[in-house]
């Protein structure tokens, strides 16, 4: 068997070894959106560290859990903190959870992160329904000897983030008198944070936003046919767009500030999404 098909399966039986619960969504939670998952119905949490083989988030902010149970009666998975490919983790390990997550039988993964805005005409704290990616500049998820048990060689990225999903997410926000953009996320190694000059590339490419995390996600869960969806928090304008230095303290508290928002969001995209 192959070694992260192994690892995957280990980390499975563990998982069922202390529930049974089989999700419906798989949520990912960015930087400020940690105590979302303690404000729904909670039916059991499960410790990474309780996890055989489950790689384990270091920063901070991130509990570094799952939590299963309801919103609005959906059964869902919730990854309270998640794991970078800069905290030296190999790629494979950097993805396992959203894998993870689809084996324990979610349809849906939905992302969430907090990112620098590249769009000269974004503002810090608005939110951004990711409609494509660029990941060129990570190492891709699928490389090495292919996970037949989980999807082709070769798979369809013409619709990573499902229409259909983008579509519900932009209902929910005009319902709930939400402001939301759409945009493309750009995922870079991190942990520093971009130069102005790599910013200007990122805008020349044609990214809205950029970040350390998601996009690789993204293209593990397309692979085995997840259906995908995501929203960025622009947390800061990107260096070089403002004066201002880039620190992790700004973007913790305007993610605090705009989370109350991003969880109602979030619920009524979930709730929409329920069946689909």
């Given at each position: 068997?192959n070694?992260?098909?192994?690892?995957?399966?280990?980390?499975?039986?563990?998982?069922r070894?202390?529930?049974?619960?089989?999700?419906?969504?798989?949520?990912?939670?960015?930087?400020?959106?940690?105590?979302?998952a303690?404000?729904?119905?909670?039916?059991s949490?499960?410790?990474?560290?309780?996890?055989?083989?489950?790689?384990?988030?270091?920063?901070?902010?991130?509990?570094?859990?799952?939590?299963?149970?309801?919103?609005?009666?959906v059964?869902?998975?919730?990854?309270?903190?998640?794991?970078?490919?800069?905290?030296?983790?190999?790629?494979?390990?950097?993805?396992l959870?959203?894998?993870?997550?689809?084996?324990?039988?979610?349809?849906?993964?939905?992302?969430?992160?907090?990112?620098?805005?590249?769009?000269?005409?974004?503002?810090?704290?608005?939110?951004?329904?990711?409609?494509?990616?660029?990941?060129?500049?990570?190492?891709?998820?699928?490389?090495?000897?292919?996970?037949?048990?989980?999807?082709?060689?070769?798979?369809?990225?013409?619709d990573?983030?499902?229409?259909?999903?983008?579509?519900?997410?932009?209902?929910?926000?005009?319902?709930?008198?939400?402001?939301?953009?759409?945009?493309?996320?750009?995922?870079?190694?991190?942990?520093?944070?971009?130069?102005?000059?790599?910013?200007?590339?990122?805008?020349?490419?044609?990214?809205?936003?950029?970040?350390?995390?998601?996009?690789?996600?993204?293209?593990?869960?397309?692979?085995?046919?997840?259906?995908?969806?995501?929203?960025?928090?622009?947390?800061?304008?990107?260096?070089?767009?403002?004066?201002?230095?880039?620190?992790?303290?700004?973007?913790?508290?305007?993610?605090?500030?705009?989370?109350?928002?991003?969880?109602q969001?979030?619920?009524?995209?979930?709730?929409?999404?329920?069946?689909?």
């Amino acid at each position: 068997m192959n070694e992260v098909y192994e690892k995957l399966q280990g980390c499975l039986k563990s998982i069922r070894e202390k529930t049974d619960f089989v999700p419906e969504i798989a949520l990912v939670l960015g930087s400020g959106l940690g105590e979302y998952a303690e404000e729904i119905e909670v039916v059991s949490t499960i410790d990474y560290k309780d996890i055989e083989g489950f790689p384990v988030s270091t920063v901070p902010g991130h509990k570094g859990r799952f939590i299963f149970g309801y919103v609005n009666k959906v059964p869902v998975v919730i990854m309270q903190g998640r794991v970078h490919y800069y905290e030296g983790y190999p790629m494979a390990d950097v993805v396992l959870p959203a894998r993870l997550m689809g084996l324990m039988g979610a349809k849906i993964l939905f992302l969430t992160n907090a990112s620098g805005g590249v769009n000269e005409g974004y503002s810090a704290g608005d939110f951004m329904v990711i409609k494509d990616h660029i990941s060129t500049f990570v190492p891709s998820p699928l490389l090495g000897e292919n996970l037949d048990e989980l999807g082709p060689r070769f798979p369809d990225m013409s619709d990573i983030y499902r229409r259909e999903l983008r579509a519900l997410i932009k209902e929910a926000a005009k319902q709930e008198d939400i402001p939301v953009r759409e945009g493309v996320y750009m995922q870079l190694t991190g942990p520093a944070y971009e130069s102005p000059t790599e910013v200007r590339m990122c805008r020349t490419l044609g990214a809205d936003a950029v970040g350390m995390s998601t996009a690789c996600e993204a293209i593990a869960a397309n692979h085995m046919g997840l259906k995908v969806c995501g929203i960025s928090c622009i947390t800061n304008m990107a260096c070089g767009i403002t004066d201002e230095p880039l620190s992790h303290t700004e973007v913790q508290e305007t993610a605090d500030r705009v989370a109350p928002l991003f969880k109602q969001l979030i619920t009524a995209s979930i709730t929409k999404m329920a069946g689909k």
